[in-house]
C-alpha cells in the first residue's frame, strides 16, 4: 500500500444542483482529498519536489467548485479526481464531496459523494538472467512483480536464449519481456524491481557481468496514447536509452505484444520494425528461442 497525503474539509462555494436555485445561488461544498503517493523519496530529500503538494491540490478543488455549473455532484468529484491524478506522483486519489446544505426536505446531518480514481499505464519490463537456475529465477521473478501492490501482469513472452553484449566473459542469457499495467509511479515501479532483484541475489559489481537476475524497466505509459513517460535524470531514464539496438529485448517484446512501439525522440517506431532493421530476417543474430515455459501469476 502507499503511503498519503490526507487534505480534509477544504471549504467553498458554488453554484451546483439540479434545481433551478441552485444554479444560482451558491451552496457550501466541503472536499476531502486522499493522494495515494510514494514518498520515500521525499522523505529522505525534504524537497518537495519529490512529493505532491496539497497546496495545489486545494486550490485545485476550489477552482472546480468556484467554476462552472454542473449538475451532479458525482461530476464535481470525477473532476476533483482528474486534476489530483494529473500532478506527478499521484498514483491514486480518493474524493469526498460534501454538500451539506444539500435541499433535503428531511433532517439529515450531510451528504457525501465519495470516488475512487487510479492510473493505469502501461509499462513493459525486460528480464534476464544467466547465473544459478535461470529459468526458475524468471519464473519466480514474474511472480513477484504481479504480487506487487498496484501491478497487473497482462502477458510474458516466450524464453529466449541470447549471447551476452559486452562486459566479461559469461554464459549465455535467458531473457524475456513482461508486459502490464500500474498505478505505480515510474520511480516507484524501479525501486520495487530492485527489490525483487535483490530478493533473488542481485549484486551490482561488474557492469554487462553475468547475473543472477536483471529486471529493467524499459518503457512507462504507452506512446501510441502519447501518456508515455520521458524522463533522463541519474536514477531513472525512459524509455530505455538502449532498448531500440537491444535484440534479445525487442524479439521477446515483439512476440508478447505485436503492436508495440517505442518512442524514438519525436518518433513512435512499431517494434516489430525495430526488430526487422537489426536483422533483414526479423531474427537478429545471438537471439534463440528457448525450450518453452508457462510462467504463472
Known amino acids: 500500500m502507499s503511503d498519503r497525503i490526507v487534505l480534509t474539509g477544504v471549504q467553498t462555494d458554488g453554484t451546483h444542483g439540479v434545481l ?20 520515500q523519496p521525499a522523505g529522505g530529500s525534504d524537497d518537495l519536489a519529490d512529493t505532491v503538494s496539497y ?10 467548485v468556484e467554476g462552472p455549473h454542473v449538475d451532479l455532484v458525482e461530476t464535481l468529484a470525477d473532476r476533483m479526481a482528474a486534476a489530483a491524478l494529473a500532478h506527478p506522483g499521484v498514483e491514486a486519489v480518493e474524493v469526498t464531496v460534501h454538500k451539506p ?39 519466480s521473478a514474474v511472480r513477484a512483480v504481479a504480487g506487487l501492490d498496484g501491478v497487473r501482469v497482462d502477458g510474458v513472452s516466450d524464453l529466449f536464449e541470447t549471447d551476452p553484449v559486452g562486459g566479461p566473459e559469461q554464459p549465455a542469457y535467458l531473457n524475456a519481456v513482461l508486459v502490464g499495467h500500474t498505478r505505480l509511479a515510474p520511480a516507484t515501479l524501479l525501486r520495487r524491481l530492485h527489490r525483487i532483484e535483490a530478493d533473488h541475489g542481485r ?13 529493467d524497466l524499459v518503457q512507462h505509459g504507452d ?15 525512459l524509455p530505455h536509452p538502449r532498448a531500440h539496438e537491444r535484440g534479445f529485448v525487442l524479439v521477446p517484446w515483439a512476440q508478447v505484444d505485436p503492436q508495440a512501439g517505442l518512442r524514438r525522440g519525436d ?5 516489430v520494425d525495430l526488430v526487422a532493421r ?13 525450450e518453452a515455459w508457462h510462467p504463472e501469476w
Do not use: Y
Open 203 to 215: 549484486v551490482r559489481q561488474v557492469r554487462w557481468g553475468p547475473r543472477t537476475l536483471d529486471l
Open 55 to 64: 497546496a495545489d491540490v486545494a486550490d485545485d478543488v476550489v477552482a472546480i
Open 267 to 271: 518518433e513512435v517506431v512499431p517494434v
Open 101 to 139: 446544505d444539500a435541499p433535503i426536505p428531511h433532517p439529515f446531518a450531510d451528504v457525501a459523494v465519495r470516488i475512487r480514481r487510479e492510473h493505469a499505464h502501461r509499462f513493459v519490463v525486460a528480464l534476464g538472467a544467466n547465473e544459478g537456475d535461470p529459468r526458475r529465477t524468471l519464473a
Open 20 to 39: 433551478p436555485e441552485e444554479h444560482e445561488k451558491p451552496q457550501r461544498f466541503v472536499v476531502d482529498v486522499v493522494l495515494e503517493v510514494d514518498l
Open 223 to 237: 506512446p501510441r496514447r502519447d501518456d508515455d513517460v520521458v524522463v533522463d535524470t541519474e536514477t531513472l531514464v
Open 278 to 290: 537489426l536483422d533483414a530476417e526479423g531474427q537478429p543474430a545471438g537471439v534463440r528461442v528457448a
